[in-house]
């Protein structure tokens, strides 16, 4: 059975840092990883995503302020969110996928003006 662990949300200031972690456990291999978030009332949305090479792809609102790396020896995904606005505020998902897509339970995310 796939689980996946979000950890490292919380609150800060605007113009802050934080650091999300994710960790896949029960997986068969290297799959595609990564990060969407959901703000209330609004969709749940693509903030960046790393494939099994290593290649990567932003969301455009948080391009040049976030950062996406992985521990493959870890099945391990990290987000890096520095200069973060109010407008980063959500609930941030994490997700495996190969073959199938698990998804985290989610780790909310505050930043105060």
């Known amino acids: 059975q796939v689980q996946v662990v979000e950890s490292g949300g919380g609150l800060v200031q605007a113009g802050g840092s934080l650091r999300l972690s994710c960790t896949a456990s029960g997986t068969f291999g290297l799959g595609t990883m990564g990060w969407h978030r959901q703000a209330p009332g609004k969709r749940r949305d693509l903030v960046a995503v790393?494939?099994?090479?290593?290649?990567?792809n932003y969301a455009d609102a948080v391009k040049g302020r976030f950062t996406i790396s992985r521990d493959n020896a870890k099945n391990t995904v990290y987000l890096q969110m520095n200069s973060l606005k109010p407008e980063d505020t959500a609930i941030y998902y994490c997700?495996?996928?190969?073959?199938?897509?698990?998804w985290g339970r989610g780790t909310q995310v505050t930043v105060s003006s």
């Open positions: 790393v494939d099994s090479g290593g290649g990567t």
């Open positions: 997700y495996y996928s190969r073959n199938n897509a698990y």
